[in-house]
């Protein structure tokens, strides 16, 4: 497994942007298909965004569509989620989830290495 270590979150006001990253070690990540996941208090783990290890290939939940970006750098073993027009319900913990396979998946069952998560906390 890889180990990943997330960060970049917050504490945001409604509209702003935030930019998450997802460090990977022990393993290079080029041949990964990583994910983005969150989940609020009270709520289950849900899918955010999903990258293939080429890069090429991206997917992303409807409600962040044309909000949030993947995007991945892997001469750094590094995953990133930009996310723009933040809402209020966009406040949740969220988790990096990477796996040796080299297409995306948006479910958490495909995914077998997992950070400890980033808060991201929006106000109104």
């Known amino acids: 497994q890889v180990q990943l270590v997330e960060s970049g979150g917050g504490l945001v006001q409604a509209g702003d942007s935030l930019r998450l990253s997802c460090v990977a070690s022990g393993r290079t990540i080029s041949i990964y298909r990583m994910g983005w996941f969150r989940q609020a208090p009270g709520k289950e783990r849900e899918f955010v965004a999903a990258?293939?290890?080429?890069?090429?290939?991206?997917n992303y939940a409807d409600s962040v569509k044309g909000r949030f970006t993947i995007s991945r750098d892997n001469a750094k073993n590094t995953v990133y989620l930009q996310m723009n027009s933040l809402k209020p319900e966009d406040t949740a913990v969220y988790y990096c989830?990477?796996?040796?396979?080299?297409?995306?998946?948006?479910?958490?069952?495909?995914?077998?290495?997992w950070g400890q998560g980033t808060q991201v906390t929006v106000s109104t």
């Open positions: 989830a990477a796996d040796p396979n080299i297409y995306y998946s948006s479910s958490s069952r495909d995914y077998d290495s």
């Open positions: 990258i293939s290890s080429s890069g090429r290939s991206l």
